[in-house]
């Protein structure tokens, strides 16, 4: 069974993934993660993020691992727990960059498929329900108003130490929104028989309850 959480930035996919992850015990995959780890590896060899032979030789031979400890899940490329690193806005405009390249996305394709290959999944980022998994049982879209996501990074951001400001945090979002969907490489769109959610009025619990009403019915064993 592999269940699709895909949309744009800070819309609360993450949040929502995790949340059901939890909920059905359920394996998690964080495609966005892998990209991020792309950018961050080309950047640690001094590569441009532009230079598509070099990132798509970066992306092929990727070591990706996650690993869940005490309850959070950790991102080790190489060995390296690379979790925080990841998320500094500079990786997130790389992740963005090197994600719009052909030889990037034939060669994350593989490693996000072979996910699936030997257990329940549940996959979030930008394409996976439309070309990783386009046979996936229950497929999500799930959207807010990009002010709403705006606040909702802001936010995340200053949590964790940074300071940026609120029009900035919704610059780098409309951009990344503009390059994620226009690109002619998998762009961002909602599969056709994906559901559409808008969390702009709602918790990340009402998110959550809501997708697992709907994809209940597909468990093998129904969870209370
Ligand atoms: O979800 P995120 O912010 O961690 O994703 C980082 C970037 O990776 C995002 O700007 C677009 C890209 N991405 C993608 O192109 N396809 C995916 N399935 C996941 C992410």
């Not at 598509?52 to 996650?66: D, G, K, N, P, T």
């Not at 990074?153 to 919704?170: C, P, Q, Y």
């Amino acid at each position: 069974l592999v269940i699709t959480i895909d949309g744009p930035v800070a819309a609360g996919k993450t949040s929502a993934a995790r949340g059901l992850a939890a909920r059905i015990d359920f394996p998690l995959l964080d495609t966005g993660a892998i990209y991020r780890c792309v950018a961050l590896e080309a950047q640690s060899r001094d590569l441009n993020w532009h230079d598509e032979a070099e990132v798509a030789r970066v992306a092929s031979e990727l070591e990706i691992e996650f690993q869940t400890e005490g309850g959070t899940r950790r991102v080790f490329l190489s060995n390296t727990d690379v979790t925080e690193e990841i998320r500094r806005p500079e990786i997130s405009q790389g992740a963005s960059i090197v994600s719009e390249q052909v030889g990037v996305r034939a060669a994350l394709l593989t490693l996000q498929r072979q996910q699936a290959v030997r257990s329940d999944l549940i996959a979030e980022g930008r394409d996976t329900g439309t070309v990783v998994f386009p046979q996936a049982e229950r497929k999500f879209f799930l959207t807010a108003a990009p002010e709403v996501r705006a606040h909702r990074r802001f936010l995340e951001l200053r949590s964790r130490g940074i300071e940026t400001h609120l029009r900035d945090v919704l610059a780098e979002l409309e951009e990344r929104d503009r390059r994620d969907s226009s690109r002619s490489i998998a762009p961002l769109v909602a599969a056709v028989d994906a559901m559409t959610i808008d969390s702009s009025a709602m918790s990340a619990a009402e998110v959550i309850e809501e997708m697992y009403r709907l994809v209940r019915r597909h468990l093998p064993v129904p969870r209370s």
